[in-house]
């Protein structure tokens, strides 16, 4: 008689496998060395069955969360469940085998009982540096993956328990900051033992058989939920599509493109008609390109479906070789994460919003805006690599504004606090804050971008910048307005400023100041419709100009008691030090 799978049951055991993801993920930023992990959490963990299907997964990263199934089961076409053993740890991080980009080295183990493999543990994580002709790996000049870093194939980094210390030099020997890189490798391997424990623990109470019964049921149950949301869904095709401003070699843009093809309860999504790939460092696996669709799809249709295998089942994806969206070997890769990722969202999320107006946000700040510098550092003559990601403005909602300076869509790491960035670098901070009047204005207003400014200190670097959305702005819905532009610039130590592409990488000279400002997020219907309340408190709270309030919004600001001078506006404009 075929097992019935208990709801109650059911959902202790989801809430269980959730827990053990999350536990992972707390022991990968607690043990982690690099400012990059520890203090952004740019990592992400996730539990699988045996065959590589997603059971549950904490919440981190989109990006990482998506294309990590793809990761898994990659890596088990070179290294099937026959060919693991207790203790072993599987890493790699080339993007052809189906990863993201360099950076990014996924770490998996096999939990046993017995001799049979019940589940694996996965998480990724992103290094600081993995060798390339830039510090920080993501260079946005490269025309060939090869110099972008090393590529690691599927490799027992890890044998029954014993550390190769073979593979783990010949990592760090080509590598910056091979400290760093020691220090996270191991803290990969302490989270994945965290989840090793904790799922023992889950086999010892209710048995392998039940264990691996209700980790398939739990991935069923998801894929019933979703098919269920999307018949609920009007039938139809809808198209949208959107470009890239350059690819680091040239600044002509770039089309990605999608028709969405709602049928009963299946959709289609199709990049035909997607730019060919780039001749720079952004195009985006199949991977990536997924992840950023099932992102879209179930933030949209059913958010709070927890994640697993399931939740996909019922879509189909066509990613045309050679393009954007599914480049051929040996492409360079590095900052599609970056910024096509979030394009790709974006134009999902524009068709959706034509297929369910009112359940899709404006457009976000399109691009997670990589800042990195890198050179010797003069107090210790060593290397460093300082990598981050900056937030922006989130689209604004049909009831609500976006956030202001939040990571937004692919990402959902954190900013590196201004003192821990210069305890740890030769830098200093000199400006951190919102970008005034950078709001998509409308009855919604989109969120605020931010700006960080830093000067380096007593040293020549190399920095990259990676962005979007100077000049084809967050767009807007049902009449709200474009969110504010990015900017990118450097000033010399002599005063002199100079405006720098969208993506960029160069080298400076010491005393350099290099500022970087993201895009605010679209507005959500006509700005005349919002709140004069609102407005004047934002007016208040320093984020729109008195001006902006009036033209944008037509509040009359000067006649109304609270209102605030102009310097007092322009004093809260950014915060520094």
Not at 55 to 66: C, F, K, R, S, Y
Request: net charge negative.
């Amino acid at each position: 008689m075929k097992q019935q799978a208990d709801p109650i049951t059911l959902e202790v055991m989801r809430n269980a496998f959730q827990s053990v993801a999350e536990e992972m993920g707390a022991a990968l930023i607690r043990a982690a060395l690099s400012t990059n992990i520890k203090d952004r959490r740019d990592c992400s963990t996730a539990v699988y069955t045996a065959r590589g299907d997603l059971v549950a997964q904490a919440e981190h990263i989109p990006l990482h969360l998506g294309l990590m199934v793809s990761v898994v089961k990659k890596t088990l076409e070179r290294f099937p469940v026959e060919a693991l053993e207790p203790g072993d740890a599987v890493i790699t991080n080339d993007p052809y085998i189906s990863g993201s980009h360099l950076p990014d080295i996924c770490m998996i183990t096999p939990l046993f009982a017995g001799d049979r493999c019940l589940a694996l543990l996965a998480n990724l994580a992103h290094h600081v540096d993995v060798g390339g002709m830039t510090p920080g790996s993501m260079p946005t000049v490269s025309t060939e993956i090869f110099q972008e870093g090393i590529r690691i194939p599927p490799i027992k980094l890890r044998k029954r328990g014993q550390v190769d210390q073979a593979i783990l030099d010949l990592i760090a020997h080509n590598v910056r900051t091979r400290y760093e890189t020691y220090g996270d490798f191991q803290a990969q391997m302490a989270a994945n033992n965290v989840g090793e424990r904790r799922l023992e623990e889950l086999v010892s109470k209710h048995g392998p058989e039940e264990t691996c019964f209700y980790m398939e049921e739990i991935i069923h149950y998801a894929e019933r939920r979703m098919r269920s949301r999307i018949r609920e869904l009007p039938d139809g095709v809808f198209a949208f599509e959107d470009f890239l401003e350059g690819d680091g070699i040239s600044e002509e843009r770039m089309k990605i493109a999608v028709t969405l093809t709602i049928e009963g309860d299946r959709i289609r999504v199709d990049f035909t008609g997607t730019d060919r790939q780039a001749k720079g460092s952004v195009n985006s696996t199949r991977a990536v390109t997924l992840a950023c669709v099932y992102f879209a799809l179930k933030s949209v249709i059913d958010p709070d479906l927890p994640s697993s295998e399931g939740s996909s089942r019922p879509v189909e994806v066509i990613t045309p070789a050679g393009t954007l969206v599914n480049p051929n070997f040996p492409a360079p890769v590095s900052n599609a994460n970056i910024n096509t990722s979030q394009r790709i969202a974006d134009v999902v999320l524009g068709a959706l919003a034509k297929a369910v107006p009112g359940r899709v946000p404006a457009a976000s700040t399109g691009s997670m805006s990589n800042f990195t510098i890198g050179g010797v550092d003069p107090r210790t003559g060593e290397y460093y690599s300082y990598v981050e990601t900056y937030g922006g403005g989130q689209g604004a909602m049909e009831d609500r504004d976006g956030m202001d300076g939040v990571h937004t869509n692919m990402t959902n790491t954190r900013n590196a606090p201004a003192e821990v960035i210069e305890i740890a670098y030769p830098l200093r901070v000199e400006r951190y804050g919102l970008v005034a009047d950078s709001e998509g204005p409308g009855r919604a207003r989109g969120g605020m971008g931010m700006t960080r400014e830093i000067t380096i200190l007593g040293h020549e670097a190399v920095i990259t910048l990676g962005t979007e959305r100077r000049a084809l702005r967050p767009w807007g819905l049902c009449g709200g307005g474009p969110g504010g532009g990015s900017d990118c610039r450097i000033v010399t130590p002599d005063g002199e400023g100079k405006v720098l592409p969208t993506k960029v990488t160069m080298r400076v000279e010491p005393g350099t100041r290099v500022v970087l400002k993201t895009a605010g997020g679209g507005g959500y219907g006509p700005p005349v419709e919002r709140s004069p309340q609102e407005v004047l408190r934002d007016v208040e709270e320093g984020l729109i100009s008195i001006r902006r309030a009036e033209t944008e919004y037509s509040v009359a600001v000067r006649d109304h008691p609270l209102r605030i001078d102009e310097q007092e506006t322009r004093r809260l404009r950014g915060v520094k030090k």
